[in-house]
């Protein structure tokens, strides 16, 4: 199809940089991993015997290195949290953690930014967590490093800072799920396909953010992302 057979214009399409590319890397979904750091889940409160679980975020709320990025509505608790990004580019359902990695296109940095009291608001009533976690601007990523050109990580830092301070610092090692178990265990429950991102869960030390606060991150042998926390919009 093309524009004119639309209705409306359709929306641009998602896409994340590729480090050292002209092309980018389009978003199909964003798919996020709840819980996958021990002391994450103990800074939290919740019960570390439970596995993780998978929550969305819609693709047209990614933004890029070096944004600044309203204070967003209807909060009090902004929150950082710095994930390993995963992007695919092929999919299945029911794929074996053996064979997982060959669905992988590359990796990135990202964060995870989370309504924080909206979402513990929502876990209270026993309802879903999209008002916390799922809103404009709340996936900001990072350049893509193809897995052709640095392999399949599986340990080194990733680390976050706020005005300079580093407030989380974890290692990829710590992860309970690794990368091919998180793919093989949400393909059991969704289609995984080629454009698909997967956010594999944050280390502790998360925190509140303000207007005017500057945020750094990155993971080692992966990548580094920076963004600003501005004034609420309008």
Not at 79 to 91: D, M, Q, R, T
Request: charge should be neutral; aromatic fraction near 6%; hydrophobic fraction near 40%.
């Amino acid at each position: 199809m093309n524009a004119s057979s639309f209705v409306i214009a359709p929306p641009p399409q998602a896409a994340i940089p590729v480090a050292g590319e002209t092309q980018v890397f389009p978003v199909r979904r964003i798919w996020c991993v709840g819980r996958n750091y021990l002391e994450h889940i103990r800074e939290m409160g919740n019960d570390e015997r439970a596995p993780p679980f998978f929550f969305a975020k819609h693709a047209d709320m990614i933004v890029g290195d070096g944004a600044t990025i309203p204070y967003p509505p209807l909060t009090k608790d902004l929150h950082h949290e710095v994930e390993l990004i995963v992007a695919l580019k092929s999919g299945s359902l029911n794929i074996p953690a053996a064979r997982a990695l060959d669905h992988v296109y590359g990796y990135g940095v990202g964060i995870d930014l989370t309504r924080r009291d909206l979402q513990q608001a929502s876990r209270k009533k026993e309802r879903p967590w999209e008002i916390g976690k799922s809103f404009d601007n709340s996936a900001p990523c990072g350049a893509l490093q193809p897995a052709t050109r640095i392999g399949h990580p599986t340990k080194g830092k990733i680390w976050l800072s706020v005005n300079g301070i580093e407030k989380q610092n974890g290692d990829l090692t710590e992860l309970i799920w690794n990368v091919p178990e998180i793919i093989a265990k949400l393909s059991e429950q969704v289609a995984l396909a080629a454009g698909d991102i997967i956010m594999t869960g944050t280390p502790a030390g998360v925190g509140a953010l303000v207007p005017g606060d500057k945020v750094e991150c990155g993971v080692d042998g992966v990548g580094k992302l920076g963004i600003m926390i501005g004034q609420p919009a309008g």
